[in-house]
């Protein structure tokens, strides 16, 4: 236990000079990209990993953070404003999805999850009044909480690291809690946790709005870190690669979205600058994780350690008296 | 007040009816017992009650409660509790966190989304006098998948127990069990205390019977008879009902012209062993052969467990979970003991614990197991014949059939493979055994069928036959 409180504070010391030691802007603003997505894999995991429901559609959530917050700020209202009202606006899109989609579950859960992130596309694409249409809304401002403003990219990424800590501190209560027990278990079992007396659907739908508000967290800070949200940003595409992050990296656990998330963004900020093709690159580290480590690569790694280190353990001598004179 | 009432309960399944207007009453207190064949809609009627399945009509009543409305959520609320034919747990969890998690479901706490689950100390501590009350306290952290196939039933019986039910259903919970694990579930669910209301449903009769104390013969959906103990077991309807692990029903069987079985009738009941005698050449390896399908009745009716198999080819029979050590052994002579062995593994049945795999089949038979890479055909021929009836058992049967095994052995063999029979049939297995030797069949036997000519001459209880007079008269010299 106390390994684990060590290996958390240097991760956190880490992170919190990262700034200090990358110098770089440009890679510091990689580390928020990271961060950002980070928090939408961990919201997108609670309904992957821990409910087991696979949903295609959480970038539309991600989305409707991001196009309420700055259709808000467009109108002329203030952050302070903005802010909640996209989160309120994402939890009650979210209730909407999750009362459509949890009719059903497994594939059906999967082509609902989709239609509706492919509806909450169309409208950002074709409501144009509202959205603009393909050429997006540009937000000309980042908040300036207590004064400091966070135009700077270390500012910026202070204020993404924060409410990451947060949200991996609600993810890591929220699943040793005993709803999030009970939620796990109707993973496993539904057909038990029914006949023990938990409300199957109800556990679900609560899941379905915590995924909800943590992707509406990550929608806001992508707006800001963008200044900038299209429909591009929440097509299929952008709800396929979130699920990539979270399975890539261990879905159903903690570490493995942040990681899945930091591979994603490196892959296509970084090697993008070095190899044209770098989808294919990121396509053949998919394949290799899923033929080597099909339960993710944090989950997997831990296994490959342990097994390295059971197998580099001196044995005693087999035949103790061999070689005596 | 009847603790749980059940009238008119009608469920069909497309248009066919499962339950055809089921009416049971159950007093407080009482340990009622449901039995019937295959398909009787023994388990479509838990699921009826606990709320799996919605009725097409009729009514359920807890404790005067009406329940047919309710989701089955809410009526584990109202103190109606269940375990599973097929064990369903939460598989990656410590034996107390799955207790803890089925007292959790009737807890308030169940919403909360902050306090930690493991730090729960009330719920620990009921969870573990739970496990303390099945035996199972030692294991309570470890992990589930690390457990045998009884102690899980016992966790499921623990997961009930915790929620402090007023009703508790089980379904087959001796199923799968050895008979130490047996007497060691029905010792714990004897002590449950009298205020909760026990309905089991249960193929295995000898411990069943014993525990209940009123008997509901389900059949097609309705139950056709009810009443204590001895009430059931006297009612012609009941053995009507009962076929059995394996039945043959008025078999005429022919080879080519010649009439070699006439209106022949025989019943395997489950667990028992059947001993098959008459001279030679009065039927009895006919018998056999029908029974696995190698030999096509003429007419008649030949079931396995109730399930009608007549003119099915003998690779269906086998699947079914009917195994045969056929006369002379016939093993592959050619092919090491190992390769024997491997060719006829079938995985076990679902819900089966204890299958048999080439270690087991070691295990049971030690000598096999030193000779596992010898060629079969230089084996003895007292190791041929448990090479024989391991090779039956890899395919996991039900119902095991052998042909004179003892033929050809020394007596010091036979009486090791008798004691093989004896071991056998205490772990479940339904036998039937045809077998020269009068003597060393009647002394495992429980039941006798004797044919003369391919007729049955006589039939019943063992006891009952080798009193009879006219024994030898059928048997011939021996």
Redesign the interface.
């Known amino acids: 236990m106390s390994a684990r409180i060590i290996a958390v504070s240097i991760a956190v010391a880490a992170l919190a000079t990262l700034p200090l030691w990358l110098g770089d802007t440009y890679f510091v603003n990689v580390a928020s990209q990271i961060l950002l997505n980070a928090v939408f894999a961990l919201g997108l995991n609670v309904i992957v990993g821990y409910a087991g429901l696979v949903s295609l559609g959480h970038a539309g959530l991600l989305g409707l953070a991001a196009y309420a917050g700055a259709i808000l700020l467009q109108e002329g209202w203030g952050h302070a404003i903005a802010i909640p009202g996209a989160l309120a606006v994402t939890l009650v899109g979210t209730a909407l999805f999750a009362a459509l989609a949890l009719r059903a579950t497994g594939i059906g859960f999967v082509m609902i999850t989709l239609a509706i992130g492919q509806i909450l596309w169309g409208l950002a694409y074709r409501w144009l009044s509202l959205t603009n249409g393909d050429n997006g809304i540009n937000v000309s401002t980042r908040p300036a909480p207590f004064g400091i403003s966070l135009d700077g990219a270390p500012q910026f990424y202070y204020v993404t690291l924060a409410t990451f800590l947060l949200a991996v501190l609600a993810v890591f ?2 699943t ?7 939620l796990l ?1 109707t993973r ?2 539904p ?10 659907w109800l556990i679900r739908f ?1 899941a379905c709005l ?1 995924s909800g508000l943590l992707s509406g967290v990550a929608g806001l800070l992508f707006l800001y870190y963008n200044e900038f949200v299209s429909p591009q940003s929440i097509q299929l595409s952008a709800s396929a690669e979130a699920l990539l992050m979270v399975i890539s990296g261990g879905s159903g656990t903690l570490l493995g979205p942040i990681a899945g998330a930091a591979l994603v963004v490196i892959m296509k900020n970084v090697a993008s600058a070095y190899i044209e093709r770098w989808n294919f690159v990121l396509g053949a580290i998919f394949v290799a994780i899923v033929i080597f480590m099909p339960e993710g690569f944090v989950p997997g790694s831990v296994r490959l350690a342990r097994w390295v280190v059971k197998a580099l353990r001196p044995r005693p001598a087999p035949v103790a008296a061999k070689g005596e004179p | 007040m009847t603790a749980l009432s059940v009238t008119g309960l009608e469920k069909s399944f497309g248009g066919l009816r499962v339950t055809a207007g089921i009416d049971l009453a159950v007093e407080p207190g009482e340990r009622r017992l449901i039995i019937g064949p295959n398909g009787a809609g023994k388990t479509t009627l838990f699921n009826l009650i606990a709320g799996e399945l919605e009725p097409d009509g009729g009514s359920i009543a807890l404790f005067g409660e009406e329940l047919v409305r309710l989701p089955a959520r809410r009526r584990a609320h109202l103190g109606l509790a269940r375990t599973f034919q097929i064990i369903t747990l939460f598989p990656h969890n410590t034996l107390l966190h799955n207790v803890m998690l089925s007292l959790l479901g009737v807890r308030r706490e169940r919403w909360n989304p902050l306090a930690p689950f493991a730090r729960q100390r009330e719920l620990a501590v009921r969870a573990e006098e739970a496990l303390e009350r099945v035996g199972l306290r030692h294991l309570a952290l470890r992990s589930l998948s690390e457990t045998s196939y009884g102690e899980r039933r016992r966790v499921e019986i623990a997961m009930a127990l915790v929620q402090s039910p007023r009703v508790l259903l089980l379904d087959e919970p001796f199923a799968g069990l050895s008979i130490d694990e047996r007497r060691d579930v029905l010792k714990l669910l004897t002590g449950i205390p009298r205020d909760v209301t026990i309905v089991m449903i249960e193929h295995d009769m000898d411990v069943a019977l014993d525990f209940a104390e009123r008997i509901s013969v389900m059949h097609f959906g309705e139950i056709v008879v009810e009443g204590t103990r001895a009430e059931v077991v006297a009612d012609p309807r009941v053995a009507e009902i009962y076929l059995g692990a394996l039945a043959l029903a008025e078999i005429d069987a022919f080879y080519g012209d010649s009439h070699v079985l006439h209106n022949v009738s025989l019943r395997l009941v489950e667990g028992r062993l059947l001993a098959l005698l008459g001279r030679n050449g009065a039927g009895k390896s006919t018998c056999m052969n029908v029974a696995v399908g190698l030999l096509r009745p003429r007419r008649g009716a030949v079931a396995v467990f109730d399930r009608p198999v007549t003119g099915w080819s003998p690779e269906d029979i086998a699947a079914t979970g009917v195994a045969l050590v056929p006369q002379g052994r016939r093993i592959f002579k050619s092919l090491t003991v190992r390769e024997n062995l491997v060719v006829a593994a079938r995985p076990p049945a679902a819900g089966a614990a204890h299958g048999w795999d080439l270690e087991r089949v070691a295990q049971a038979f030690p000598r096999l197991g030193e000779r596992r890479n010898q060629v079969a055909g230089y084996l003895s021929g007292g190791e041929q014949q448990m090479l024989a009836i391991g090779r039956a058992l890899m395919s996991n049967p039900r119902v095991l059939l052998m042909d004179e095994p003892s033929e050809g052995l020394a007596p010091q063999i036979v009486a090791e493979v008798m004691a093989t029979i004896r071991r056998l049939k205490e772990e479940g297995l339904s036998i039937l055994l045809v077998e020269q030797n009068v003597k060393l069949a009647l002394a495992v036997a429980d039941d006798v069928v004797l044919l003369n000519n391919g007729r049955v001459a006589a039939e019943g209880p063992v006891a009952e036959i080798s009193a009879r007079a006219d024994l030898h008269q059928h048997l011939g010299v021996y």
């Open positions: 209560i929220f040793r809690s005993s709803f999030g027990v009970s278990g496993d079992q057909r038990r946790m029914t006949a023990l007396g938990y409300d199957v609560y915590f």
